[in-house]
């Protein structure tokens, strides 16, 4: 599923224009991602929760030159799936 399908999903539940429901989604997730780039946690019960974690500096290895490469630490989007869908994962609902 990509966002269009989720558009004209919610546009047929609804009764609301495709293009109103494009703006509507834009803005949800316009939202979601300006939320979790301030670093807050972002929890949406059943589905999952978006955290900035913190990834700490390691050494990695040029596998051709064989050579050390510093990485420094960064943040990065973590998401940890809730409960339903871990369900749906395991086959149950």
């Given at each position: ?13 609804t009764?609301?224009?495709?293009k109103?429901?494009?703006k ?17 946690k ?22 051709k ?7 420094p ?11 339903e ?9």
């Amino acid at each position: 599923m990509v966002r269009s399908d989720i558009v004209k999903k919610v546009s047929k539940e609804t009764g609301l224009s495709a293009k109103d429901t494009e703006k509507i989604v834009d803005i949800i997730l316009e939202s979601v991602v300006d939320y979790v780039q301030k670093g807050n946690k972002l929890e949406l019960r059943g589905f999952g929760t978006f955290m900035v974690k913190q990834r700490a500096g390691r050494i990695a290895r040029n596998l051709k030159t064989n050579e050390d490469l510093p990485l420094p630490s960064r943040k990065v989007i973590y998401f940890k799936a809730g409960k339903e869908l871990k369900n749906i994962k395991k086959g149950e609902k």
